[in-house]
């Protein structure tokens, strides 16, 4: 089983930037889609968005759309997460998931990372 360590997490002012990254430590990922999903607190994890193994698709959750973009790097065994204009909401532990599709549901990825925090003040 993969093992995916997040990192690139920091305190933001709105309007700015950060990117995140997701290594594989163990294992591969040029196979598989990958996920990201975010947790704010008290809040249920939500789909942020994917990309397919291959880097030519992605899909994005709507309150990211055009702000946020995904990539990937599949010699680096690495997959970024590009976050601009950010806003208080965005402020969340951010997770990468490896998974068989680009779904939006959590129960579609089989392996995670322990998460970076991001934090966007206003």
């Known amino acids: 089983q993969v093992r995916l360590v997040e990192s690139g997490g920091g305190l933001v002012q709105a309007g700015g930037s950060l990117k995140l990254s997701c290594a594989a430590s163990e294992g591969t990922i040029d196979s598989y889609a990958m996920g990201w999903f975010r947790q704010a607190p008290g809040k249920e994890r939500a789909f942020v968005g994917a990309?397919?193994?291959?880097?030519?698709?992605?899909r994005y959750a709507d309150s990211v759309k055009g702000r946020f973009t995904i990539s990937r790097d599949n010699v680096k065994n690495t997959v970024y997460l590009q976050m601009n204009s950010l806003k208080p909401e965005d402020t969340a532990v951010y997770y990468c998931?490896?998974?068989?599709?680009?779904?939006?549901?959590?129960?579609?990825?089989?392996?995670w990372g322990q998460g970076t925090q991001v934090t966007v003040s206003s």
């Open positions: 990309i397919s193994w291959s880097g030519g698709s992605t």
């Open positions: 998931a490896q998974g068989m599709s680009r779904s939006h549901y959590v129960s579609s990825y089989s392996s």
